[in-house]
């Protein structure tokens, strides 16, 4: 059973970092197309990056050159690297994968069949 356990966020002020992280388990991470997503109070969830087996990376516009999306093969674990962060950023932040490989903007929800439980980042001006 596929199993995505996010971590690493938390309340960071204008202009800082934080790096969330997705520990993966129930398959091989190497083989699936993962992504991040985040989703504001009374907004719609959000894409915010995908990366694809072989390590090819899409960004929201929102976040691109401050984000980063990683991944460590040999422990399963996805990364968020968040750079410049700005109140607008406030959201929370789901993991997600899907076996089906590709890179296409923009990155849609539906296209992901397994979830993580989400983990809240807070900016403060």
């Known amino acids: 059973q596929v199993q995505l356990v996010e971590s690493g966020g938390g309340s960071v002020q204008a202009g800082g970092s934080l790096r969330l992280s997705c520990a993966a388990s129930g398959y091989t991470s190497r083989r699936y197309r993962m992504g991040w997503f985040r989703q504001g109070s009374g907004k719609e969830r959000e894409g915010v990056a995908v990366?694809?087996?072989?390590?090819?990376?899409l960004y929201a516009d929102s976040v691109k050159g401050r984000f980063t999306i990683s991944k460590d093969n040999a422990k399963n674990i996805l990364y968020l690297q968040m750079n410049s962060l700005k109140p607008e950023d406030t959201a929370m932040y789901y993991c997600?994968?899907?076996?089906?490989?590709?890179?296409?903007?923009?990155?849609?929800?539906?296209?992901?069949?397994?979830w993580g439980q989400g983990t809240q980042v807070t900016v403060s001006s």
């Open positions: 990366i694809d087996s072989v390590g090819g990376t």
């Open positions: 997600a994968a899907d076996p089906r490989d590709w890179l296409l903007l923009p990155i849609k929800s539906a296209d992901f069949a397994y």
